[in-house]
């Protein structure tokens, strides 16, 4: 089936053919020991060394055919109407009143100086209190020192574009996040769709939305062909966001008839769907064995439409490896385990997104390089590794998935 438009995601393993990512920024040099847990890293990258990773990743997808688009790049040719940065601006302020503790005026003021594209690094990047020069400011509280360094937040995590949104066939949702320090990160693509020239003339149809309570992170969002989405009851994400998004895909996009979701322990290590489990190959899954709680058992519920107009149906399951046989119409799939086995090499491999594949084609996936029992047992599964450099980029417990937002995947046929 061909569907034009802009977006067109109907399988996890279809040939990539245009994806966003966003180049690790200021942003990383913003974090210190104090502000790592709060901001969902454990340990600093060396900006140059993590950018020069993220370089060969893009690399890599763009010797494969893949259009590779930047997040910054496109935020700031959307901002690119005087009455657009404005608003967004203001939205910005809002949203990070937690972190700001002077004045909304002198902060704008400040960033209303910079160039769109030097606004949105700034935005991202955060603003520290240093930057603001005591002459700028005039209320008491703006004076008095207190210990947090920023005005403005800095948003690390943004290289992650897997999770702020996610593009389910010809829509997307634009997602809740768990965390307050990713929160924010949502607000880039609702203006990326409602202003780039790239997608403001479409309809591009909401199967979930940022004004939604419930959290839902794109991490948990899998879709593993065009009838079916698999989505991760995790830490991230709740079920009452899982069913008002299966309600919303039902009534807007007749192709899709199931969404599964799958519990999976809530844990740091385990903190999406996608770390634990992403699917390589047409009958293929890579898997990390702790996903199964005692005896092999876990909790996973389809929900399908209902008879009656605006209802679902939803159904038990307790096997992984049945279910996905179900709703792929399969006789066999196989499990890739993480750390081929082995106790420790799972652990450590998992730890460092051993399980976490970005399929570019059916077969084909791109992983981190120091997963390296992990990728050989892919590549004894008839799986084609495209290993990246992952030093520096795996500090931030996130991996080749994570870091790609999908627009558009060929067929698999
Ligand atoms: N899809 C993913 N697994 N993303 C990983 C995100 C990692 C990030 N530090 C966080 O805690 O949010």
Redesign the pocket.
């Known amino acids: 089936m061909t569907y034009p438009g802009p977006l067109n995601i109907h399988s996890e393993i279809g040939r990539l053919e245009s994806v966003i990512v966003k180049r690790p920024g200021y942003e990383v040099e913003n974090l210190t020991p104090d502000t790592l847990k709060h901001l969902?890293?454990d340990d600093i990258p060396y900006l140059p060394a993590i950018q020069r990773e993220h370089d060969e990743f893009t690399d890599r997808l763009r010797k494969r055919g893949t259009e590779v688009l930047y997040l910054e790049k496109l935020l700031a040719e959307a901002l690119d109407d005087t009455i657009v940065r404005e608003q967004f601006l203001d939205q910005m302020i809002r949203e990070s009143q937690s972190n700001i503790q002077c004045s909304s005026q002198t902060l704008k003021e400040y960033l209303r100086s910079f160039a769109t594209e030097d606004f949105v690094a700034k935005v991202m990047g955060g603003v520290r209190k240093s930057e603001i020069g005591p002459d700028r400011k005039t209320n008491l509280y703006e004076m008095m020192e207190d210990h947090h360094p920023f005005y403005l937040d800095p948003m690390p995590?943004l290289y992650?574009t897997?999770?702020p949104s996610c593009v389910i066939g010809t829509g997307i949702s634009i997602n809740t996040m768990a965390?307050d320090a990713?929160k924010r990160e949502s607000v880039f693509m609702d203006y990326i769709i409602r202003y780039h020239p790239r997608f403001r003339d479409t309809d591009v149809p909401r199967w979930y939305d940022r004004s939604s309570h419930f959290p839902l992170?794109?991490?948990d969002q899998l879709i593993l062909n065009e009838q079916t989405v698999a989505v991760g009851v995790s830490a991230?994400t709740t079920p009452q966001a899982i069913e008002e998004m299966a309600r919303n895909l039902f009534a807007g996009n007749p192709s899709f008839t199931q969404v599964v979701a799958v519990e999976i322990p809530k844990s740091r290590a385990f903190?999406?769907l996608?770390?634990v489990f992403t699917m390589v190959d047409r009958d293929q899954f890579s898997i990390h064995p702790a996903i199964h709680g005692p005896g092999g058992e876990m909790r996973i519920y389809i929900i399908r439409p209902g008879m009656e107009n605006g209802k679902v149906e939803i159904e038990e399951r307790t096997h992984i490896l049945d279910t996905l046989k179900e709703v792929l119409g399969l006789s066999e799939v196989g499990l890739i385990e993480c750390g081929g086995g082995d106790e420790i090499a799972a652990a450590r491999e998992q730890w460092n997104?051993g399980s976490?594949t970005l399929a570019i084609s059916p077969g084909v996936v791109v992983t981190y390089d120091r997963n390296y029992v992990s990728n050989q047992c892919l590549r004894e599964a008839g799986i084609e590794v495209i290993e990246i450099p992952s030093s520096e980029l795996s500090r931030?417990?996130?991996?080749p998935?994570?870091m790609s937002m999908p627009l558009v995947r060929a067929e698999v046929r």
């Open positions: 969902l890293f995590n992650f897997r999770d965390e990713r992170e794109g991490g991230r903190m999406h996608d770390t997104d976490n931030g417990r996130g991996g998935r994570c």
